[in-house]
Nanobody, 125 residues
Framework: QLQLVESGGGLVQPGGSLRLSCTAS???????IGWFRQAPGKEREGISC????????YYADSVKGRFTISRDNAKNTVYLQMNSLKPGDTAVYYC???????????????????WGQGTQVTVSS
């Protein structure tokens, strides 16, 4: 079974940057991958994803222009570069993989079968 592992979270000041990583243990990350986040008391929301055909990417309006998703096949890793972080970005961040039948990614949570355990991102001064 595909197991995803997120890393790179932490505490950062407003305006700062973090890079999150999503890797798969024992599997090639040959999947459409999404990044989601969940703040306390809120629903888990899709913020970015990268497809597994032509690496088409999508972003939620809340992060567009500040976050960048990318894939490094040699390192079997999908990254989420987060710049100009705001206190409202504070959440647990999850990566998820779609079933291999679906090459195109989506920001819809139900479109994903495998999830990591999450990494905490806190933006605070």
């Amino acid at each position: 079974q595909l197991q995803l592992v997120e890393s790179g979270g932490g505490l950062v000041q407003p305006g700062g940057s973090l890079r999150l990583s999503c890797t798969a243990s024992g599997f090639t990350l040959d999947y459409a991958i999404g990044w989601f986040r969940q703040a306390p008391g809120k629903e888990r929301e899709g913020i970015s994803c990268i497809s597994n055909n032509d690496d088409t990417t999508y972003y939620a309006d809340s992060v567009k222009g500040r976050f960048t998703i990318s894939r490094d096949n040699a390192k079997n890793t999908v990254y989420l570069q987060m710049n100009s972080l705001k206190p409202g970005d504070t959440a647990v961040y999850y990566c998820a993989a779609r079933n291999t039948l679906f090459r195109l990614c989506t920001l819809i949570r139900d479109g994903y079968d495998s999830w990591g355990q999450g990494t905490q991102v806190t933006v605070s001064s």
